[in-house]
T-cell receptor
Framework: SQTIHQWPATLVQPVGSPLSLECTVE??????LYWYRQAAGRGLQLLFY??????ISSEVPQNLSASRPQDRQFILSSKKLLLSDSGFYLC????????????FGSGTRLTVV | AQSVTQLGSHVSVSEGALVLLRCNYS??????LFWYVQYPNQGLQLLLK??????LVKGINGFEAEFKKSETSFHLTKPSAHMSDAAEYFC??????????????FGKGTRLSVIA
């Protein structure tokens, strides 16, 4: 069966520090992978998605970046965090058929102080 | 471009009462539609989906939704609310499979409170 792992679960980081959040999927190959951010009262904001290794589409240009170094690994990064980067970050994947909904990870609560 | 509007950011119902969460969508092509539930500090869980076929779809935990093309709606209902239904609910829309890998577009969510 397919599973998605996301870590860490919570993170408190100072302003200006770097960020690395990791997401991996098991039990499937060539998944579509997604990073969403959820800020209070703002719903889900799509940040990045990837349809294959090294292929990243950015929906919101900002100080965040994403990489997909392996087929089932998706990393969200920042060189210098801002206060506005605080939020709940969710990784998701879907396989085949690709539009039959996503499976979400358990999320990372990031607080920038 | 596709979009989703969820009417009511917060809905409150009594335990045992009908739950109705509203979702309207905008899409230039026949859409795929989804409802997700999120409990505090957790990821989203798929409740149900409509792709093709029967317009009334049943999901987990006794929820169901009806796709109404003429009204561009996909409202979520449950006949009798339970305390455990208190959560945030998200409606989402996507293009059909054959049109590519367009990401899901989510509504802003509706927080459901259940009063004892």
């Amino acid at each position: 069966s397919q599973t998605i792992h996301q870590w860490p679960a919570t993170l408190v980081q100072p302003v200006g520090s770097p960020l690395s959040l990791e997401c991996t999927v098991e039990g499937t190959s060539n998944p579509n992978l997604y990073w969403y951010r959820q800020a209070a009262g703002r719903g889900l904001q799509l940040l990045f998605y990837s349809v294959g290794i090294g292929q990243i589409s950015s929906e919101v240009p900002q100080n965040l970046s994403a990489s997909r170094p392996q087929d089932r690994q998706f990393i969200l990064s920042s060189k210098k965090l801002l206060l506005s980067d605080s939020g709940f970050y969710l990784c998701a994947w879907n396989g085949t058929p690709r539009n039959y909904g996503y499976t979400f990870g358990s999320g990372t609560r990031l607080t920038v102080v | 471009a596709q979009s989703v509007t969820q009417l009511g950011s917060h809905v409150s119902v009594s335990e045992g009462a009908l739950v109705l969460l509203r979702c309207n969508y905008s899409s230039s092509v026949p859409p795929y539609l989804f409802w997700y539930v999120q409990y505090p500090n957790q990821g989203l869980q798929l409740l149900l989906k409509y792709t093709t076929g029967a317009t009334l779809v049943k999901g987990i935990n006794g929820f169901e939704a009806e796709f109404k093309k003429s009204e561009t709606s996909f409202h979520l209902t449950k006949p009798s609310a339970h305390m455990s239904d208190a959560a945030e609910y998200f409606c989402a829309v996507s293009e059909p499979l054959e049109l590519g890998n367009t990401p899901l577009v989510f509504g802003k969510g509706t927080r459901l409170s259940v009063i004892a």
